[in-house]
């Protein structure tokens, strides 16, 4: 933990929101001194039995990286993920083609999405001045007063003040339904017509069932199939296809035709039972894009992370570029003083541009990676994105 710089009256940041973004967003509040207060609807995910949320694992890269670097944790994140020097290319023949990330000795990690926000959470309460709170579901806040009113599981209602609300709650924000009230917000959201699945590959001997140092792709150009590998020596497996697709899949039969016909490599490896059973578990699952702007109201809240750019997962870096939201607004808040209502505006001029550039790319990608990757074209170009 680094010690957090003095202040003689410390204002109160409420951090709403204890998932990825706003665990990371917590430490760097609480670094610069503030009275901060983490509101999260779920309970404790450290204590939890089963941690439900999006997708198993992450690739982390460099700007998620430099942003945990700033508050001490990015050695201790990276020992825990597994370096992917390459993509992998599956053909439908089962032959299989490495794409380079970048130059020799550049990778990505893969990391647990539930490891990576309980290192948070632990990091973000080592700070004195900091202070959480689960079971707080945010019902209502008012961007006059700072007030927020919280829900919890046993019915009761707490009410809060801060001098900043950090609006760190997701694609669905609640925080964000205020600002769509007010005049000159701009906001769109699009789904996209494709939904995902995922299943597990397991070890085979207590070993990978594929080389693990790689994000393996099986592009199939309307649909395709990813693997990133966890430290269990499991492989997380995503497939993304149209959701009409998904639902023309009824049976454990239809399944395996499905499976030989595409991706006949995997069978062995996830399992005619698995595969059968795994399908119909969860129903293919929506992702949205999100652009918003501006990103603040007044010196009083500001968006950070998914709730204000939800980016389709195409191009790896939804969570990456959350984290970097974090490193930028801790650099103008100290160009400018803290002054929150010089730092929210800037914020928002500075940040708006790149996030939106983000959610373009990643919808670029969505077609380039089922489709392009596996033209000769794409096998030239110098690519630094994350799939
Ligand atoms: P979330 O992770 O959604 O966290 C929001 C938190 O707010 C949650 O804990 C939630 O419980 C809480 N909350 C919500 N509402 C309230 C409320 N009313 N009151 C209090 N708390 C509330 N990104 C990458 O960088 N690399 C990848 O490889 C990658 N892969 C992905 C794969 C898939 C399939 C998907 C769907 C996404 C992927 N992403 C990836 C994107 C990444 O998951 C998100 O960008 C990231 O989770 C955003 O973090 P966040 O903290 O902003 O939001």
């Known amino acids: 933990m680094e010690e957090p710089t003095g202040r003689l009256t410390p204002k109160k940041v409420a951090v709403v929101g204890g998932g990825l973004v706003g665990a990371l967003n917590a430490c760097y509040f609480a670094k610069r001194g503030f009275d901060v207060e983490v509101f999260e609807t ?35 994140i990276v020992s825990q993920g597994i370096p992917m020097h390459a993509r992998m290319i599956h053909s439908p023949s089962g032959k299989q083609s490495p794409i380079p990330y970048g130059k020799k000795g550049q990778f990505i ?17 080592t700070y004195p001045n900091m202070k959480m709170n689960f079971d707080h579901k945010l019902k209502d806040w008012s961007p006059e007063t700072g007030l927020m009113t919280f829900t919890r599981l046993d019915g009761s209602h707490d009410q809060i003040q801060a001098d900043l609300i950090v609006g760190c709650d997701g694609a669905f924000s609640t925080i964000r339904k205020q600002f769509l009230r007010r005049s000159r917000f701009n906001y769109s959201q699009t789904y996209i017509p494709h939904g995902y699945m995922e299943l597990t590959m397991p070890p085979v001997n207590g070993e990978f069932a594929m080389k693990p140092d790689y994000l393996h792709i ?58 059968k059973r795994d399908y119909f578990r969860l129903p293919g699952l929506a992702m949205v894009s999100i652009k918003c702007s501006p990103y603040h109201i007044g010196d009083k809240c500001v968006l950070m992370g998914d709730a204000a750019h939800a980016v389709v997962p195409f191009y790896g870096q939804g969570m990456n570029a959350g984290f970097e939201d974090c490193i930028v607004f801790d650099e ?51 690519h630094l994105d994350n799939f």
């Not at 690739?59 to 508050?71: D, N």
């Not at 893969?110 to 309460?125: G, I, P, Y």
Request: hydrophobic share 45%; with cysteine.
């Open 42 to 76: 779920r309970e404790d995910i450290r204590q939890a039995k089963v941690v439900k949320g999006r997708s198993i694992n992450l690739a982390l890269s460099h700007r998620g990286r430099q942003a945990l670097k700033h508050v001490g944790m990015e050695d201790k």
């Open 109 to 125: 990690l893969s990391v647990d999405r539930a490891n990576l926000n309980k290192e948070l959470l632990t990091e973000a309460e």
């Open 218 to 275: 099986w592009p199939r150009n309307t649909f395709m199939m990813i693997a990133l590998p966890n430290l269990d020596k499991t492989f997380t497996c995503t497939l993304f296809m149209p959701f009409d697709e998904f639902e023309k899949i009824t049976t454990g039969d239809e399944v395996m035709e499905f499976f030989q016909e595409y991706f006949a490599d995997t069978i062995p490896l996830i399992g005619v039972d698995a595969l």
């Open 332 to 382: 103008i808040m100290e160009q400018l003083n803290e002054d929150f209502s010089a730092v929210l505006p800037e914020y928002t001029r500075v940040r708006v541009p790149d996030d939106h550039a983000i959610a373009d790319l990643a919808m670029y990608n969505y077609i380039e990676m089922r489709a392009h990757v596996n033209s000769k074209w794409f096998l030239f170009r110098k």
